[in-house]
């Protein structure tokens, strides 16, 4: 890497989230000399990055710290001779999320930002895009990391590793750190204290076991959340509590979007209901977002404002800051992250994007061996594994039969008649993102 | 096996379907010497033994062979020395598959014999019967082999497998031929001359390729049924089209169980709707039954009643029949069956049940390999491969959080919580049968 | 296939063996109506092409069946349109051979056609030309079946497989079918009794159960050789019995030249001495082949001549007519090939070549699953298929390291320094057929 | 683990490694606060134990530390309530093993320590004992770690795994840290620069890639020793060069062991050589253990001597104290060790003994996934494995059938013949230490 310092080319840097990623990188200076950070965006973006990127100048100024902030609409320019290039871009922004969470309710479908046919659409839209700007980096900077943080970051790992030859990319995602925080607050100790053995798919891990100092408390941790002490949600999800008998019987943590799998009816219920009296969650964060950037363009402004908490991407900062720190400076340590299986998970191909534990070097992740997992969850695991796959190769293809097959063999959806009428209507009013299908 | 001719044990005698079973025998006599065919049921069953044993004999003696029926309440005398011992039991008779199929309904889920909520229950009820069978086999015919038409057959042969040591067993159905008769009317050939490829699990099994006179004819046959000209249904259940695109895409044949899984949606609103106006399909059987049992009283009736065929059985007499002869005479044809897995099937384990094409040997049947499954089923596959596993667990340890994780992770129910309501009520209205949960 | 009957080119027309296969056609006529029989040879081979050719005219006469037999040297003719093509090649002819087995010798290495540097080298002469074929097949007939007995026909299976997209091809060998018939022989039953389980590689396959009316008797087969009252093995492998400890722990039935890994020692000191006072194998089939090539001008012979036998091909013409046979016919009986593994046996890849059982139809072979190998063999097994492939790979990269690596990972071969020298010297030997290597 | 400080147990306490261990003990006394080490040794080896026990006293004493040493012939004592157990015995001692090296060289087969016929004999002496201690264990001290030094050691961890219940297991070789300092003087660099990726089994382990500061430098490393500038080798094997095309086209660091099997005539001419001339390994060792003890002896030795060195064992202490230390500090650095699979190599069962990368915890070993292994060492890898499994089968069993299969698949033994001839002179020669046997 370049001697005179990193630089970061971060896509979809107008997002309300640069903040939190500008805050991340000035904490960490001194162990990742960060001299150049390009925030790229659309020109449809381009209010939004001046005022985000006029922020973060402010707080680089504020901090003190020789990182030069450049803002621009052209790729080539943000590519060139990046040593990390970071994605954290919405195409169809907000109102595009709208619609995947609003047209399957009307069909009695989850509809959820990464999961279901919300899941298969934000593929759909996103996949292309990905694979276009690697064609670029395949150019421009070849010895770049991708750490992308764009959902579904799952999918959008996996069609990496099917449909292009870049392997220098790593998917990231905020809900391992959050389980483990919230099993911290669960037990009342620090986080560092604690522990979790992560194995699964993005938006899809079990939080295996759990340690404290090294000693194995994941019943005790299971009982806290089943009698009710704890919740281990996130902000975007609804949280409902789980059946006692069949989380001990399960006995690892699930994530807060297994509540899509096995609470299908419960959370439908609740989703009609939330999107009936306040909106979706993307028109919550429409509002949210419309709040943030007024705050932005605040000049006395010059640090991260908390308000961005309430945002919902709670440590996604520092899971990426973290990520590109240890590869820099190979530090060895473990982080949950999407990465090629090889092997790491029995019952997912090798060749295939899973998230687990891994230590992260400057070679990039190398994951701990999980083996087969439990054959209580070997099913639903392999099930998303299946659809991000063949929803991957329609994004690529164009494929109407493929999208649809994806979308039947999505468990949130009841079946193939009702895939047929969603991915009809999800077709007709996203078709300005999905030239591959005209 | 013994000289003077074979040993049959059949278990559950006095079910309406032994009239196919006896018409086949006497079909085969030539080749499959039986010379003592043994009609066992319980107490309880005593007087449909009589009247179905007493049509057997008549059967026997108009065509002329050597076979004695011999009728018994007692397992020991009916299991000593046989050859085949063939199993056509169900535990607490309709009256629980029709509790089995209205429980769940009143929950939004379907009620089915062998899938979902009502699967499980037969399962647990089911097991422990089976298991206490091959204890005594293991003493009294240890040479003989168990071919189980029980359903579900795939859960009861994968408890065998995990939950005792006895290895001569084949589970048996007549999904597949059922499908093959399909294809052959679709077609409009002779069914010998169509092969398929099957593998899956029971009641979960594709047809991976069709194949006229050796020729590949998939792609025509999905043709035929997507347009409408072939509905590829059984008795049982309801026939509910397929969407064009996903079955292309899908690019195999679907049994007719598929529906529940692909369809759910429309098949739970056929099921309420025909439970309301006709009775579950218990009721319907059960009206059926007591018909057939009207018919077989008649002392003029010697040979096999026409009306037995609208009982939905189709070619179970034919497929056990086949398949005792080929094991006798080591015959070597191929025959879909529920057998150990030894790597036929890639994602499932070695040493699980799959419903598979095999060789038929006298020393059983040997799988032919498949490889992996396709990517779009291995899921759901997998997923009811885990529903088994661990609902034969829960039925032999009589575990409850085990049997709730069973059900919820089954992918008819549509949540942990509702899980627990239907395995609550299940548990009560099945008690009697189901020891092992006191 | 054509209507007007089939149409076989036979590359490699002018060996020895033709009359064999001609004769097992004729036989066969009334299933496998066979009209054009195309023999193709290289202007070198002119000669005897065109005195075993006249020969095959004058067997189809004699037998009155309306077989045409043409003689060509011209490639594109003989395989356009063609129904099945067979190779019996031998590139650089028994000249290259008995290099093969003599070079070896000087380094204290067995010296041999198919197995340790003889078998790399015979591969790396022979895949090129095979490949070249296949291109011209693609063009001409892609709609035939190649039917590979040039040697090592597992090496070369696994080429095809690895660097061709040709899938319709099967690997045949006439050691399994030797294998059974000295089976029949130790039992004294007729062989169409005796059934054996084969699995493995071309020349590393094992009997892995026997069963005579379909029973197994495995262990009495191993105590019949192990007593010596059985030798088992093949006209060019020298008879050396075996350990019966080992055998009966083993508990498999080896092939003949398995003698060359478990019997490595004493094979070679056999080798050394029949090298030095009758000549290798190559050397004496020479004679013997200038001999029958004598009988074969003798224009008032019109059958096959006895004396064919002791050339040691027995069973061969066998093996490919029925396979042809099955093929054409559908016949759906089991034969044991050299196909893709597609999971077959579970120690080696899903897409490498195997030695095993598979149902003989119109689609090709479908392999039986084996599941796992037994410990004792799984690691020689996997050791030749590890040669087989990177030999391949040397075959067509022509890389001298790959080659180095291929030669010094053989069992047969003592070190990497031996293995250095051999190469070398065979290279030199050999480099008029090996141009990759320049 | 106990307040008061560690208890360690070391079985074979009278080795003259012991003052090795000792001083790794002291040297981490801060980190690894151990207050009693228990040397336990048998009544043969008594007036070793109390020479190399009472210099381990004076090493205490002189360091300051508060480590009780206790120096007994009672294995009760010694275990109950040890927190790690460490064994480092050798069943028949020196002269065991000088029998072990001379008897196979009789028969042109390699004699050596771990490999081959001796590491089968050492095998079937040591699996008893250590099973039997394991036993006590269970008893004694179930909540202990044993770090198991004693050879060989794969086979000795793999016979844990299969023929007993004890998971809480770590078999540990100082050739994975001999290969990392060898590589680190072949660069030139300090050894915590380098990092080597870990995979295979016990005395078969390779560097799958080798990074400095991170980057990867495997084949800069490969040229080296091609190139002559580094020999890489230990103390007991003899140097001898590798084929530069060879470990170019491995593309991998072999271990020193390996040239057993990749270089097997040259290490034998040399073995026979250095017997002749200057004894085998056990015989120069009997006498340098000789000159150690008389050193030991001295009262005014208070510290480790200098000579220990020439020994062979350099890094046992290193590799033996860091491992503890990380289990009880729950260190999660990265240790190549003997672990459970666990799926972490691709071609190996996941319920055998690996030698692999693991991140180092409390709760043990988790092994880093490395995927298949390289196609070029895959088969002989699992013949390893084979010959480890059958032997520790027949060491448990004393069958002389499985023990001539172990023989005779071993890759250094040349044929069944040769196998029986040495297993029945090996099995008189150790009968004393092979009661199973008789």
Not at 21 to 33: A, N, Q, T
Not at 161 to 175: M, Q
Not at 199 to 213: R, S
Not at 298 to 315: I, N, V, W
């Amino acid at each position: 890497m370049s001697k005179k310092g990193l630089k970061i080319a971060t896509i979809g840097g107008g997002s309300s989230y640069t903040p939190e990623l500008v805050e991340g990188f000035i904490k960490r200076y001194d162990s990742l000399p960060i001299s150049e950070l390009w925030l790229l965006d659309i020109p449809e973006g381009e209010e939004k990055l001046t005022i985000v990127g006029n922020l973060a100048k402010r707080m680089v100024e504020e901090a003190g710290v020789p990182m030069t902030i450049h803002l621009t609409l052209d790729r080539e320019k943000a590519l060139q001779d990046a040593d990390f290039v970071t994605t954290q871009f919405r195409v169809g922004l907000l109102d595009a999320r709208a619609k995947d969470e609003r047209i399957p309710l009307k069909y009695d479908v989850i509809g959820q930002e990464t999961n279901g046919p919300g899941g298969l659409f934000k593929g759909l839209r996103t996949i292309p895009v990905i694979l276009d700007i690697i064609k670029d980096m395949e150019r421009l900077c070849p010895h770049a990391w991708l750490i992308n943080f764009t959902n579904p970051a799952g999918m959008v790992t996996e069609a990496i590793y099917r449909h292009s030859n870049w392997r220098k990319v790593v998917g990231l995602c905020n809900v391992p750190v959050g389980i483990k925080m919230g099993v911290a607050k669960a037990l009342d100790v620090e986080a560092d204290r604690i522990h979790v053995d992560f194995a699964g798919l993005n938006h899809m891990v079990y939080g295996m076991d759990v340690y404290l100092d090294g000693k194995c408390v994941t019943e005790d941790v299971i009982n806290k959340i089943t009698s009710g002490d704890s919740s281990m949600t996130m902000k975007n999800i609804v949280d409902i509590g789980w059946e006692p008998g069949f989380l001990k019987a399960l006995n690892m943590l699930p994530c807060p979007y297994h509540r899509y799998y096995y609470k299908t009816s419960d959370m439908l219920a609740e989703e009609k209901k939330n999107a009936a009296e306040e909106g979706t969650r993307a028109e919550v964060v429409q509002q949210l977002e419309k709040e943030l950037f007024e705050l932005y363009k605040d000049e006395t402004l010059r640090t991260k404002p908390e308000q961005l908490e309430k945002r919902g991407g709670a440590y996604y900062s520092d899971a990426a800051c973290n990520l590109i720190d240890s590869i820099y400076n190979d530090r060895g340590d473990i982080q949950p992250v999407n990465t090629l299986n090889k092997g790491a998970i029995g019952s997912i191909p090798d060749d295939s994007a899973v998230e687990v534990n891994c230590i992260i070097t400057k070679d990039g992740p190398k994951p701990l061996a999980v083996g087969d997992l439990p054959v209580s969850v070997r099913g639903l695991v392999q099930q998303i594994k299946s659809f991000e796959r063949i929803a991957a190769e329609a994004a690529v293809s164009g494929d109407y039969d493929q999208a649809l097959l994806a979308m039947t063999i999505n468990p949130l959806v009841s079946s193939d008649t009702t895939a047929k009428l969603i991915l009809d209507e999800m077709l007709e009013a996203h078709k300005e993102y999905l030239p591959q299908f005209q």
